[in-house]
Every structure is written in structure tokens, then in C-alpha cells.
């Protein structure tokens, strides 16, 4: 019997999310909430924005019709990043009238143990046993790149000293401005802090990867230190989010890193250009466009790029499938598990819809 699904929020990711809840047999698909009211009243199929029969299930705004239409499991791709209360508030609704939710957001919950409030993680936790349901967060980074694939390889070894994890990604085709401009601040003048860059927010942001890889590899982390650089335009240039000015941020490069006994044993890099001419001395991607990357030293010692690619889409469209392939796919587990919150560390080996040769 197929799984009965949801759906919280259809844009970058979500729209991506429900293209495989339509096409896979795994699932059906009951109910979808959208947040803007030029989507509500339009058919799921139309909202992903390819060909494809109506489902018959029409968009609305709010929460109230996916919970009256009681799926077992809600997938949740609404904007998390400048709304984590709320986005936390959602999840918590879901929880408590007893239907389970994978999702891209919040993000503190990918592990929240160490990283969020106890009162927030009590809260999370008791809506869980309450209903009866359970939650699982990720995505690609924070998500599968920075914990899944670090700790496979990682499995291999006979000692470990230090996990690096990077994203190295052109971000001139990704048309979140949201994110662009107000989280990262692209197109913003030198000397203005974006949002991410705000102290305490890097360390926040990816704290839960440095919680569940020291987690997962038995280690306590004594200090997060957190470090970024910028690089301005050289000229005026246009993206797919809008127009970068001559001399504002167009490039960035971050790192958050957790240090044990004094030593950087856990290291989250980002470098995101909008123009693959800038800053060439800093990592390059393993593909044209971007990649991910986890770098062990120990015995042996791995360096693996993650290169995603799509027929349809380019390396940003790619990693957001990926990203939210990972959740979609985690559906059946999550149903499956006890009730709480759960992570990498508790779920099966997912290895997706199945082989279909073309």
C-alpha cells in the first residue's frame, strides 16, 4: 500500500520534492500547502513546473487541509532560514496530531542535541511522543555531503584525525534571492554584514554538522571558531537573482571549525563565486560549475568529490534534487521508525525508488 504524502511548501526545492512524490509509485500524494496565493487553487502537477496528467490534489494556503487530510508523513520544504521559529512551530503541528515529517527545514534539527535550546529540543521531543510520529531533517549540505558520506568512507579507516567537508559551487544560476542577497549578502557593499556573516550565525547555521560528526566519531568538541572572506565585483554583472553592482560581494569563502584537544579535527568550508574568474587561488570545483568535497587524513587517507548532474538542470538544480532525494527517499524509514527525532546516525542504508534501466 502506497504511503500517504504531503507536502509544505513548492518553491526550489519543494517543486522538486513534488515531481517525485507524483512519479513514485511509493507514494500518494493527499495534500499541498503553498504560501503565496497566485499558487493556491492550481493543480500539484502545475506547480512543478513540467508536463504531466493533474493529479487532482489542489494547492492551498495553511496547514489545516494537509492535517485534515492525515498523510502519514509530511514533507516540509518551506523557507526554514528567516524563519526558523515558525518553520520549528510547523513541524511541531505535524508531530503532534501524530504525522510523521521529513524535511529541508529547520535546520537545527538535523541534530539538534548540544546546538538548539533543551527547551526547544523538550518541546520537538515531546510533540514526537505525544503523536506518536517522528521527524528527520537534511538535505546535501547541512545534510548527506557533510555526514552520510564522511562517515562511510570514514568506516573504511583505522584512524581518523581530521574531517573536511566543502562545497565549492558557482552560485550565478541559483535564483533564491532570498537567500542570495539576504542571507549571504551578494550584491551588498563591502563593509555591510549579511545575515550569515553575523557572529555566531556561521557556527549556528552548520552546528549541527559539527554536533553529529563529533557524534558519530566519539569526540568533544571544545571550540567552535568560525572565519570568512569576500570578494568584491570587479565590474557590474547580472545573475539569475538579479543584478550584482561593480564592488559589492560577489564571491564569499567561510569556515566553521571544530577543534578537539586543541586540534581543527572537524572543518565545514564553503567557497561560492558568481563568476569563476574570482578568487582563483582559492579551491576549485571537481566539475565545471560546483561540487562537494570530504577530505579525511588517516590511515588511508580519502579525498572524495561529490560531482551531481542532471539532464534537466545544472549543478545547482542537481544538488537541490539530490538534497531533497535524500528526505523524499527517507519517507518509508521514518514511518517505520519509533517515534522522536531522528538523524543519519539512526536511519537505515536508503537506497532510493529502485533500479529502472532505460
Request: glycine residues 12%.
Amino acid at each position: 500500500m502506497a504511503i500517504r504524502v504531503g507536502i509544505v511548501g513548492t518553491g526550489n526545492a519543494g517543486r522538486l520534492a513534488l515531481r517525485q512524490l507524483i512519479d513514485d509509485s511509493r507514494f500518494e500524494l493527499v495534500a499541498v500547502s503553498v504560501s503565496t496565493p497566485e499558487k493556491a487553487g492550481k493543480d500539484a502537477a502545475e506547480l512543478t513546473g513540467t508536463a504531466g496528467p493533474d493529479t487532482g490534489i489542489i494547492a492551498a494556503l495553511g496547514l489545516d487541509h494537509v492535517v485534515a487530510a492525515r498523510p502519514d508523513c509530511v514533507v516540509y520544504t518551506a523557507m526554514g532560514d528567516t524563519r526558523p521559529i515558525e518553520a520549528f512551530n510547523d513541524c511541531r503541528r505535524f508531530l503532534d496530531a501524530g504525522i510523521n515529517v521529513v524535511g529541508t527545514a529547520p535546520g537545527g534539527l538535523q541534530y539538534p542535541w548540544g546546538v538548539m535550546p533543551p527547551k526547544a529540543i523538550d518541546k520537538i521531543e515531546g510533540s514526537a511522543r505525544e503523536g506518536g510520529a517522528s521527524i528527520f531533517i537534511s538535505g546535501v549540505d547541512p545534510g548527506f555531503a557533510n555526514d552520510l558520506i564522511p562517515f562511510a568512507f570514514a568506516g573504511t579507516c583505522q584512524n581518523v584525525q581530521q574531517v573536511r567537508c566543502m562545497e565549492i559551487a558557482d552560485y550565478a544560476t541559483y535564483d533564491g534571492s532570498t537567500v542570495m542577497f539576504d542571507v549571504m549578502g551578494f550584491g551588498l557593499p563591502m563593509d555591510q554584514t549579511p545575515m550569515l556573516f553575523l557572529p555566531g550565525i556561521l557556527g549556528m547555521a552548520w552546528g549541527t554538522t559539527l554536533a553529529i560528526l563529533a557524534a558519530g566519531f566519539g569526540v568533544t568538541i571544545d571550540e567552535v571558531r568560525e572565519h570568512h572572506e569576500s570578494e568584491p565585483a570587479p565590474e557590474t554583472f547580472d545573475i539569475a537573482a538579479g543584478t550584482i553592482e561593480k564592488g559589492t560581494r560577489a564571491a564569499v569563502r567561510f569556515e566553521i571549525t571544530g577543534m578537539v584537544n586543541g586540534q581543527p579535527a572537524i572543518v565545514i568550508e564553503h567557497i561560492t563565486r558568481l563568476r569563476d574568474d574570482l578568487r582563483p587561488d582559492w579551491a576549485r570545483p571537481a566539475q565545471d560549475g560546483g561540487s562537494y568535497r570530504v577530505e579525511i587524513v588517516g590511515e588511508p587517507s580519502y579525498r572524495v568529490d561529490i560531482c551531481p548532474t542532471s539532464s534537466v538542470g545544472d549543478h545547482n538544480h542537481a544538488a537541490i534534487v539530490a538534497g531533497v532525494g535524500r528526505v523524499v527517499n527517507a519517507i518509508p524509514a521514518v514511518v517505520d521508525a519509533a517515534p522522536g527525532v531522528l538523524t543519519a546516525l539512526d536511519l537505515p542504508l536508503i537506497t532510493g525508488p529502485g533500479l529502472a534501466p532505460v
